[in-house]
């Protein structure tokens, strides 16, 4: 299996990407990072851990804990629930001396040097902070998948931004700037994508772990968006992420040459890629531009039975 470090910001579209990527046996997750985005980085961390308690995998991943200076311009409870998971409000012992996601990513890369690939589900903060202590990390990466960014669709927590990029539109502007291999996974792929009620009827039957956790996540997203955006479906971004990593084959990719705008008032957080036939600079990463959407609805209903 491919290891996998998930660094996210439960969030029940992480939330439900993490259930799919350890019920998985294309996946080997090594650890889950948490980082503050869709709710402050304590609580994140929390969701981190009452997930994988509720799940109780045979093999526990490592959990990093987000830091509590990261700098986040917004939240996502509108959305995911005060708490984060559509108001299920686990319970959970806040564990001590817990390592941070910084060094849980920087440790595990470092032990399976070109190993690894690091889903990013969040804002990139842990990521830029990383790279930013220890540069030479970039080489050792094996592969990082960002949730993230828009190409032509504009945005979701702006008119121009997407929310990932948007919270800590500094630390995205670095991960893309570094040299890192990396495949952009945007807001106009992943919203192809919509979970109709079979989604929630089959964790409504389902009696194993996963359904049931997930059975207390989902109830108030679907009813989210229903209020919220007019949607008799949910988007689930980041669990297509989990996806890609277990199956690339779904997914067409493009270079792309792309930066993250950090100085305009109107357009903080947006991704900007130079489309032209003759872009000024060399590719920096590449861009999700397709993929095979009932193939990777049917693998996320395949992974949520259990
Ligand atoms: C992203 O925003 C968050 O609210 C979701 O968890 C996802 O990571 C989609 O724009
Ligand atoms: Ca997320």
Request: charged share 25%; aromatic share 4%.
């Amino acid at each position: 299996p491919r290891k996998v470090i998930l660094d996210m910001d439960p969030g029940v579209d992480d939330a439900l990407g993490l259930c799919v990527a350890l019920a998985s046996n294309e996946l080997e997750v090594v650890a889950v990072t948490a980082t503050g985005g869709n709710v402050l980085p304590a609580l994140a961390t929390r969701n981190v851990q009452a997930i994988i308690e509720n799940l109780d995998p045979q093999r526990w991943p490592r959990i990093g804990a987000a830091t509590a200076e990261q700098p986040l311009r917004t939240d996502g409870r509108d959305l995911h629930g005060s708490d984060g998971l559509g108001g299920a409000e686990f319970q959970v012992a806040e564990l001590a001396n817990r390592h941070a996601s910084i060094k849980v990513i920087s440790d595990e890369i470092r032990q399976a040097p070109g190993e690894v690939t690091v889903v990013c589900s969040g804002p990139l903060s842990n990521l830029a902070a990383v790279l930013q202590r220890e540069p030479d990390i970039a080489q050792a990466i094996g592969q990082v998948i960002v949730v993230g960014g828009a190409v032509a669709c504009g945005g979701n927590i702006t008119p121009a931004a997407e929310f990932n990029i948007y919270c800590d539109a500094e630390s995205a502007r670095d991960v893309l700037r570094s040299r890192i291999t990396k495949t952009l996974l945007p807001l106009d792929v992943t919203r192809q994508l919509s979970m109709r009620f079979d989604l929630l009827d089959l964790v409504k039957q389902g009696d194993g772990r996963t359904a049931r956790l997930l059975d207390r996540i989902l109830p108030g997203y679907y009813r989210a968006y229903r209020h919220r955006m007019g949607m008799e479906g949910i988007f689930v971004h980041d669990a297509v992420g989990v996806v890609m990593a277990m199956h690339p084959e779904l997914f067409t990719t493009e270079p792309m040459s792309g930066d993250v705008e950090t100085a305009g008032d109107l357009t903080y957080g947006a991704t900007v890629f130079d489309r032209r036939s003759k872009p000024d600079s060399q590719p920096n990463m590449e861009v999700v531009t397709e993929m095979d959407v009932a193939a990777v609805r049917d693998c996320l209903l395949r992974g949520v039975k259990g």
